[in-house]
């Protein structure tokens, strides 16, 4: 197999948006498929035929290539040889084959949420599976197979409209997949599981032979390793996935509680009486905490629960001070997409740190986030929390995760947002000051916290194998030689294969 220079491969994408003709690459005289045998049904050598791209292809020279290459945190710019969008299985079966035939880096999107960037490449090819949206609902098996295209309010709202609910993040725009496949807590976590947990089956493609690529179905009795290793640590790492199958559960309503403190005076009270109750308390209560340098913010969702209900669960947080307190009764869909913030009207840049916390924060703990808060860079710039403690989540689900942090007390990440969505150098003068400020502050706190979270990366950190997946990363790269031997999924974190 011939090398392509980007040349070569820039002349081959000018051939039309539907599908991209390549030099041939050597291969048998029958034909192979997908599963690497051949016409006569006999296994081939491990070559595969010459692939085209498929699917909606975005190049260089397309007039929509710079809204394609475009990820939610604006703080990273790629510029990709070539955007695959795939609009079925096959594409991405052509397109990873293709990858793998001309040598070019590739990166795996949907939800474009990728927190540091990772999902795009400068210089090679975006998978991109954000058009799969398919959708197969059974309510009486209490499962919901869905494309990996969707994002998690589309499939809040999809599930709503049969009152079925599966765990995910807050954040609507975020992809599922994406999500799911790196654990996925939210609201729903201490009373449904984590996201994974929900997580049954799978369609993805690996890689196959040495140039090829194939489709797997996964679930308990199939491939029940790859299904252990994708809840927690699928991200980019095995395949590409392109649906997921979930069992869901009955939730008809909601009691949806906001309580707004002005200015930081209560924190210290706020703070500990909610991480000495919340994580604590029925397992249908899901809350979070997010503290702003002018504001305290407490949110929290009963499922099948009333507004007294909900009051009386918080009533020790909601006591402290005079909080401002809001109670939404409805649908976990129409509540869910009531309290979304149009991407449009979020800040362009954005920086996080993760990480978990096993033993309530001493006073000194709470200190510091008031210090910090104080000074932080942007009024978006904010500390957030994640309770867990008893619950759901404790509790694995049949076959196993990857994901190691379900004894945590509760989850938290300080984020810096700043700059103006569509004015690439509005953010410039504030980026350093926001970095040193995350930087500072994560270490600031390393004594009261432990671990990470894979879908919120830690640039920097030194062991961050460990970090996010606890002891079992051995595992997991054995699973990986196992899938893609050679490497061909990569990125500034991925999982290496064993070598033994």
Same mark, same amino acid.
Request: charged share 20%; glycine share 10%; with cysteine.
């Given at each position: 197999?011939?090398?392509?220079?980007?040349?070569?491969?820039?002349?081959?994408? =000018?051939?039309?948006? @539907?599908?991209?003709?390549?030099?041939?690459? /050597?291969?048998?005289?029958? +034909?192979?498929?997908?599963?690497?045998?051949?016409?006569? #049904? !006999?296994?081939?050598?491990?070559?595969?035929?010459?692939?085209?791209?498929?699917? !909606?292809?975005?190049?260089?020279?397309?007039?929509?290539?710079?809204?394609?290459?475009?990820?939610?945190?604006?703080?990273?710019?790629?510029?990709?040889?070539?955007?695959?969008?795939?609009?079925?299985?096959?594409d991405v079966v052509n397109a990873?084959?293709?990858? !793998?035939?001309?040598?070019? =880096?590739?990166? /795996?999107?949907?939800?474009?949420?990728?927190?540091?960037?990772?999902?795009?490449?400068?210089?090679?090819?975006?998978?991109?599976?954000?058009?799969?949206?398919?959708?197969?609902?059974?309510?009486?098996?209490? *499962?919901?197979?869905?494309?990996?295209?969707?994002?998690?309010?589309?499939?809040?709202?999809?599930?709503?409209?049969?009152?079925?609910?599966?765990?995910?993040?807050?954040?609507?725009?975020?992809?599922?997949?994406?999500?799911?496949?790196?654990?996925?807590? #939210?609201?729903?976590?201490?009373?449904?599981?984590?996201?994974?947990?929900?997580?049954?089956?799978?369609?993805?493609?690996?890689?196959?032979?040495?140039?090829?690529?194939?489709?797997?179905?996964?679930?308990?009795?199939?491939h029940a390793d790859l299904l252990?290793?994708?809840?927690?640590?699928?991200?980019?790492?095995?395949?590409?996935?392109?649906?997921?199958?979930?069992?869901?559960?009955?939730?008809?309503?909601?009691?949806?509680?906001? =309580?707004?403190?002005?200015?930081?005076?209560?924190?210290?009270?706020?703070?500990?009486t909610w991480q000495r109750t919340?994580?604590?308390?029925?397992?249908?209560?899901?809350?979070?905490?997010?503290?702003?340098?002018?504001?305290?913010?407490? %949110?929290?969702?009963?499922?099948?629960?009333?507004?007294?209900?909900?009051?009386?669960?918080?009533?020790?947080?909601?006591?402290?001070?005079?909080?401002?307190?809001?109670?939404?009764? @409805?649908?976990?869909?129409?509540?869910? +997409?009531?309290?979304?913030?149009?991407?449009?009207?979020?800040?362009?840049?954005?920086?996080?740190?993760?990480?978990?916390?096993?033993?309530? %924060?001493?006073?000194?703990?709470?200190?510091?986030?008031?210090? %910090?808060?104080?000074?932080?860079? *942007?009024?978006?710039?904010?500390?957030?929390?994640?309770?867990? #403690?008893?619950?759901?989540?404790?509790?694995?689900?049949?076959?196993? *995760?990857?994901?190691?942090?379900?004894?945590?007390?509760?989850?938290?990440?300080?984020?810096? #947002?700043?700059?103006?969505?569509?004015?690439?150098?509005?953010?410039?003068?504030?980026?350093?000051?926001?970095?040193?400020?995350?930087?500072?502050?994560?270490?600031?706190?390393?004594?009261?916290?432990? @671990?990470?979270? /894979?879908?919120?990366?830690?640039?920097?950190?030194?062991?961050?194998?460990?970090?996010?997946?606890?002891?079992?990363?051995?595992?997991?790269?054995?699973?990986?030689?196992?899938?893609?031997?050679?490497?061909?999924?990569?990125?500034?974190?991925?999982?290496?294969?064993?070598?033994?």
């Amino acid at each position: 197999m011939r090398d392509l220079s980007r040349r070569d491969l820039l002349k081959a994408t =000018a051939a039309g948006a @539907g599908a991209v003709a390549l030099p041939a690459v /050597v291969a048998g005289s029958s +034909a192979i498929a997908a599963d690497g045998r051949s016409s006569a #049904g !006999r296994p081939s050598d491990d070559r595969f035929p010459p692939a085209e791209l498929t699917g !909606r292809i975005v190049r260089p020279q397309s007039p929509d290539y710079a809204t394609a290459s475009l990820g939610w945190d604006e703080l990273f710019v790629h510029y990709p040889l070539v955007i695959v969008f795939a609009q079925e299985t096959r594409d991405v079966v052509n397109a990873l084959t293709w990858a !793998r035939q001309h040598n070019v =880096a590739l990166r /795996v999107r949907s939800g474009r949420h990728s927190l540091e960037g990772w999902s795009n490449v400068d210089n090679g090819i975006v998978i991109d599976v954000s058009e799969l949206k398919d959708t197969h609902i059974d309510p009486a098996a209490r *499962t919901a197979t869905v494309g990996a295209g969707l994002n998690q309010l589309e499939a809040v709202t999809t599930l709503g409209e049969y009152d079925l609910a599966a765990t995910t993040g807050t954040e609507g725009s975020v992809g599922l997949s994406g999500a799911t496949l790196g654990g996925g807590f #939210g609201f729903l976590t201490r009373y449904l599981g984590m996201a994974c947990d929900n997580l049954i089956g799978a369609e993805i493609v690996v890689p196959a032979g040495a140039d090829g690529a194939r489709v797997l179905k996964v679930d308990p009795w199939n491939h029940a390793d790859l299904l252990w290793a994708l809840r927690g640590a699928g991200n980019g790492n095995f395949g590409i996935v392109t649906s997921l199958t979930y069992k869901v559960a009955p939730l008809r309503s909601v009691a949806y509680l906001q =309580a707004t403190w002005s200015g930081l005076d209560d924190l210290h009270g706020v703070f500990d009486t909610w991480q000495r109750t919340a994580p604590f308390s029925d397992p249908r209560l899901g809350t979070q905490l997010e503290i702003h340098r002018n504001e305290i913010l407490l %949110f929290g969702v009963l499922a099948e629960g009333s507004e007294a209900e909900a009051r009386k669960l918080l009533g020790p947080i909601l006591s402290i001070g005079d909080p401002t307190v809001t109670v939404q009764i @409805g649908g976990w869909g129409d509540v869910y +997409a009531g309290f979304q913030i149009p991407t449009e009207d979020e800040p362009a840049n954005w920086k996080f740190f993760s990480q978990f916390t096993r033993e309530p %924060f001493p006073d000194r703990a709470i200190d510091v986030i008031r210090e %910090f808060m104080r000074k932080a860079p *942007t009024d978006d710039s904010n500390f957030f929390t994640q309770a867990f #403690g008893t619950g759901a989540q404790r509790q694995e689900p049949f076959g196993g *995760t990857a994901f190691p942090h379900r004894d945590a007390l509760f989850y938290s990440e300080p984020g810096a #947002g700043w700059g103006t969505r569509g004015e690439p150098d509005s953010g410039d003068a504030l980026t350093p000051v926001a970095q040193a400020w995350i930087a500072e502050f994560s270490q600031a706190l390393r004594p009261y916290v432990d @671990g990470a979270y /894979v879908n919120v990366p830690n640039v920097g950190m030194a062991e961050w194998e460990t970090a996010y997946w606890g002891r079992n990363f051995d595992r997991l790269r054995r699973i990986k030689a196992t899938y893609d031997p050679h490497n061909v999924f990569q990125y500034e974190q991925s999982i290496p294969p064993a070598t033994h």
